[in-house]
């Protein structure tokens, strides 16, 4: 089974890796880890130019290293094994996109514990993965 666990780095998406792995028992048979970030991308195209391409893919990649961190340590104390996965772009659409890519069987996502009047106003990644994707879609607070 293949299963895509997203994070951003936070406590609150430690929690939800965490989570995953205290339930991990429930699905039958070897399991295909990825762990992905998604950086939003600069949004200033002169920025990129006056910086260069080449320091903005280095940040991209050295920002993505330090959200996954923390989740792969997490990983590799219980011995399970993942790959990373690094995207740039609006969250949503990259988790969709590669776990469609991918062919993932699984897309596992934290919600933030926002009141539903706040979701409403402000929305969330996990709505929006929901409303992107076709797959089935794992929620962990």
């Known amino acids: 089974m293949k299963i895509l666990l ?21 699905f039958a048979g070897p399991l295909q ?8 991308a ?9 910086v260069g391409k080449e320091n903005v893919e280095r940040y ?12 792969a340590a997490l990983l590799e104390q219980h011995e399970i ?3 990373k996965v690094k995207r740039v772009g609006e969250p949503a659409h990259e988790v969709v996109k590669f776990a469609d890519e991918w062919g993932a069987d699984l897309i596992v996502t934290g919600t933030k514990g926002h009141s539903a009047v706040a ?5 969330s990644v996990a709505q929006k993965i929901i409303a992107q994707t076709t797959r089935p879609i794992l929620l962990l607070k």
Not at 33 to 40: E, F, G, Q, T, Y
Not at 119 to 123: E, Y
């Open 119 to 123: 979701t409403l106003v402000i929305g």
């Open 81 to 83: 094994p993942y790959e």
């Open 60 to 71: 991209y990649a050295e920002e993505c290293d330090v959200a996954l961190t923390p989740g």
């Open 6 to 26: 997203t994070t951003d780095g936070s406590m609150h998406s430690l929690g939800t890796l965490q989570a995953f792995i205290d339930r991990k028992s429930m």
């Open 33 to 40: 880890i990825a762990l992905i970030n998604v950086h939003l």
């Open 42 to 50: 600069v949004p200033y195209s002169r920025a990129v130019a006056w």
